[in-house]
Nanobody, 122 residues
Framework: QVQLVEFGGGLVQPGGSLRLSCVASGSFFSIYSMGWYRQAPGSQRELVANARGHGNISYADSVKGRFTISRDNAQNTMYLQMNDLKPEDTAVYYC????????????????WGEGTQVTVSS
């Protein structure tokens, strides 16, 4: 079974930075997509950043130029570097992985972390 755990959320002042980490554990053959999503109170979950294949990365317009998604294959970890944070970035942030597993048969799985709170406030 594949599990994801997020780290790095917290309280930060406007203009500050945070780096979220998402560590994957369990057995999987390959990763075909990774992404970060967020959900603010009273709102639907929305895409923040997504990476598929080789170099195919997209960001929500609201975070372009401020957030960067990256991955460390050796550590089975993906990151979201968030700079110049704004109060409207306040939300619970979730990581998501699309993986291929081979046991008991080959199939694709969509895996979610439990989320980490990011609060931007002075």
């Amino acid at each position: 079974q594949v599990q994801l755990v997020e780290f790095g959320g917290g309280l930060v002042q406007p203009g500050g930075s945070l780096r979220l980490s998402c560590v994957a554990s369990g057995s999987f053959f390959s990763i075909y997509s990774m992404g970060w999503y967020r959900q603010a109170p009273g709102s639907q979950r929305e895409l923040v950043a997504n990476a598929r294949g080789h170099g195919n990365i997209s960001y929500a317009d609201s975070v372009k130029g401020r957030f960067t998604i990256s991955r460390d294959n050796a550590q089975n970890t993906m990151y979201l570097q968030m700079n110049d944070l704004k109060p409207e970035d306040t939300a619970v942030y979730y990581c998501n992985l699309g993986v291929v597993v081979l046991s008991p048969y080959s199939r694709a799985l969509d895996v979610w972390g439990e989320g980490t709170q990011v609060t931007v406030s002075s």
